[in-house]
C-alpha cells in the first residue's frame, strides 16, 4: 500500500511539474529561457559602414554576429569603388550624417539605403526631417538591428 501510495504521488508531481521535468534542465525549454546569440537578424541583409574608430568597428562587428554580411570602410570616398568591386549588392550603407553629400554622391547610381548615423542635437533633428530612418551615434546595437531590418523589409 505504502509503495503504491509513493508511485501514485511521483505520478501526479510529474503531472503538475509540466514540462519542467521534460529534458532535465529548464532554462533549455522551447520558447523560454536564455538565447545563444545577444541579438540575431532576422532578415540578414548586405551592410555596408563607414567605420574609423574602435567602437565603430565593434559596432560593426556586432553586426555582423547578429547574422549581416557587413563590410567596412574607412573612407566615405571609397563607397563606389567597393558598391562595383562587390560580388553582391548592398542593402544599407551607415555612416555619419556629416558625411551624407559624399555618401549620396557615391550611392547616386546604385540602389542602396543610407541610413545616417547622427550625433545628439541639431544633427539629430537634421537627419529625422531628412531622412525616413536615422540612428543615434550613441545607439544600442538593438537600435542599429531594428532599422536595419525596417529597411530590408522595404526593400522586399
Given amino acids: 500500500m505504502r509503495q503504491s501510495t509513493v508511485l501514485l504521488s511521483a505520478f501526479v508531481a510529474a503531472l503538475l511539474a509540466g514540462d519542467a521535468l521534460a529534458c532535465g534542465e529548464s532554462l533549455f525549454r522551447v520558447g523560454r ?3 545563444f546569440r ?3 537578424a532576422p532578415l540578414p541583409g548586405n551592410v555596408l559602414v563607414v567605420a574609423n574608430t574602435a567602437s565603430e568597428l565593434a559596432m560593426a562587428e556586432r553586426l ?3 547574422g549581416h554580411d557587413v563590410h567596412v570602410v574607412s573612407d566615405p570616398s571609397a ?3 567597393e558598391i562595383e568591386n562587390s560580388d553582391h549588392a548592398f542593402d544599407v ?3 555619419y550624417f ?3 553629400n559624399v555618401i549620396e554622391a557615391q550611392t547616386a547610381s546604385a540602389s542602396v539605403e543610407f541610413i ?3 550625433r545628439e542635437g541639431d544633427e539629430e533633428a537634421q537627419a529625422k526631417a531628412l531622412y525616413v530612418r536615422h540612428l543615434p551615434d550613441q545607439g544600442s546595437v538593438k537600435q542599429f538591428l531594428k532599422t536595419i ?3 530590408l523589409r522595404s526593400r522586399a
Fill in 98 to 100: 556629416s558625411q551624407r
Fill in 38 to 40: 545577444e541579438y540575431t
Fill in 64 to 66: 555582423a554576429a547578429a
Fill in 79 to 81: 563607397i563606389r569603388s
Fill in 33 to 35: 529561457g536564455v538565447s
Fill in 149 to 151: 531590418h525596417a529597411a
Fill in 116 to 118: 545616417p548615423v547622427a
Fill in 93 to 95: 550603407v551607415l555612416a
